[in-house]
């Protein structure tokens, strides 16, 4: 007898908070916008203009996203989008589900429309995908989130889009203007928060010329979330010298959204370091609770140490100018002292001879005059 597992139905309450919703790119990855969907526009050529929400069967309720937290698996939750044309003539959509992603900026975007999803974009399926809105009229379509058995507790992070093609004469596609709904899901389990940092490179420094300035470097490394949970982070790079001295520091960007999996490439570039020979590059990244979302408990701080050779050439060219110098003034000053010795001792011995000359002088007068006074007959 065949087995029918029966999947339980559950409407989770709508929270509302400021988190932003996607707004549209033509033909790309979408971007978590920071203004209200109900009042996001998109153009999708002349005199076409539209805006998505969350909704309920009524219309628009406020939210700016979806959000479901502690979703068990093998539970459907129902909801509704609202399409508004403001357009003067009918419009038609595609409307789909899809993946969330890491941007390289560490933001959170959404997989382009040839990109298969395989997350939550692919959980999420609307009663029509393709829909014909009259102008200046707003459309509530029902979306399902069915959370798979095998969906894996956490964060999961999508989207619900509504988009418009353009295509030429010839039939080819050449602009997709889409506008979405983000959508935050949190299944239920065990939390694993946590980066890692990988692909450390600190190699580069570059010296100044001036003996007095510090010089620079470029270190380039991989923050990768690890976890089950989306986090924001914040980094410091520091170069320190012997003792531990901290000789440069440099504090890159904030992440704002990392989601679990994904991981961000970033380049810091630290100035004012002043060259000691064999140095250390500490890079340390403090996750962040992402606004509006739940807390995921304690987030240990990641780090990471590598060696760095900081040659100081310019230091030492000084240090050899300065001991050739040094080395100059002491010769110098030797052949001074050597110079007045010698003056010195030739200005004795003329002093020595002269007095010589004169006693000699002396004897022969007095020695005259003896003689003169020995004769007088």
């Known amino acids: ?25 033509a033909a790309g990855v979408l971007g ?10 998109a153009p999708a ?17 406020g939210r700016t996203h979806y959000s479901y937290s502690d979703v068990k698996p093998n539970n459907v939750v129902h909801d509704y989008i609202g399409i508004t044309n403001y357009s003067t003539q009918p419009v038609t959509f595609h409307v789909y589900g899809v993946d969330g992603v890491t941007t390289t900026s560490g933001t ?23 829909v014909t809105v009259a102008p200046h009229t707003r459309l509530n379509e029902p979306i399902t989130l069915t959370v798979p058995d095998n969906a894996t507790p956490g964060d999961h992070v999508g989207g619900v889009v509504a988009s418009v093609t353009e295509a030429t004469q010839g039939g080819k596609v050449t602009r997709d203007d889409r506008v979405g709904v983000a959508m935050y899901l949190r299944v239920a389990g065990p939390l694993h ?18 003996p007095f300035a510090g010089g620079d470097a470029t270190v380039a490394y991989t923050v990768h979330n690890t976890g089950n949970v989306r986090l924001g982070a914040n980094q410091r790079v520091a170069v320190t010298g012997l003792f531990g001295i901290t000789f440069g520091s440099a504090t890159p960007t904030a ?12 380049t810091a570039h630290v100035t004012g370091i002043f060259p000691t020979g064999p140095m250390d590059v500490h890079i340390t990244v403090t996750p962040t609770t992402v606004p509006g979302a739940q807390s995921a408990g304690s987030m240990p701080t990641a780090s990471y140490s590598v060696g760095l050779w900081a040659a100081p050439w310019s230091q030492l060219v000084l240090l050899i100018v300065l001991v050739a110098l040094g080395l100059g003034i ?4 030797l052949w001074r002292r050597r110079g007045r010795a010698a003056e010195l001792a030739a200005a004795v011995e003329r002093g020595r001879r002269e007095a010589a000359e004169d006693n000699e002088k002396l004897s022969g007068v007095g020695g005259r005059e003896s003689t003169d006074q020995s004769d007088p007959e």
């Open 32 to 41: 978590i916008a920071a203004t209200p969907a109900s009042a996001a526009g």
């Open 255 to 266: 992440l704002q959204q990392v989601l679990p999996g994904g991981s961000v490439r970033v």
């Open 193 to 210: 928060p946590g980066f890692t940092i990988e692909s450390v490179s600190a190699s580069g420094y570059h010296g100044s010329p001036n």
């Open 330 to 333: 002491w010769r110098y000053l």
């Open 108 to 130: 959170i975007g959404l997989k382009p429309a040839a990109a298969q999803s395989t997350d939550i974009g692919g959980w999420i399926s609307v009663e029509r995908n393709v």
């Open 1 to 25: 007898m065949k087995k029918v597992r029966h999947m339980t139905t559950i409407r989770l309450p709508r929270r509302i908070a400021a988190i932003g919703i996607v707004a549209g790119v």
């Open 45 to 61: 050529g002349p005199n076409i203009t539209w805006a998505v929400a969350p909704s309920t069967s009524a219309g628009p309720d």
